[in-house]
């Protein structure tokens, strides 16, 4: 039963990023008209999950979505 796993597991996963990015956090109430968002930046979208539960308060992390921002300037050489 565990050589199925490893026989399966085959899929490559590259590495996390290694500086922060930026990540923008929607709350969204579908029942309600209202919507707040936040900016942070951080490796990963649990530790941007993290410092915005810091910065907002009663942040209902049920109803957020994490999405990565893009990159509109392009970094200097």
Do not use: H
């Not at 490559?12 to 919507?35: A, F, R, S």
């Not at 951080?42 to 999405?67: E, F, H, P, S």
């Amino acid at each position: 039963m565990s050589d199925y796993f490893t026989k399966q597991n085959t899929k490559e996963v590259g590495p996390g990023p290694e500086t922060e990015i930026e990540w923008l956090l929607v709350e969204e109430y579908k029942d309600l008209p209202t919507t707040r968002c936040l900016v942070v930046t951080a490796k990963t979208a649990y530790q941007a999950m993290c410092k915005a539960d810091r910065l907002i308060q009663g942040l209902n992390k049920n109803v957020c979505k994490l999405y990565q921002n893009p990159k509109i300037f392009k970094e200097k050489e």
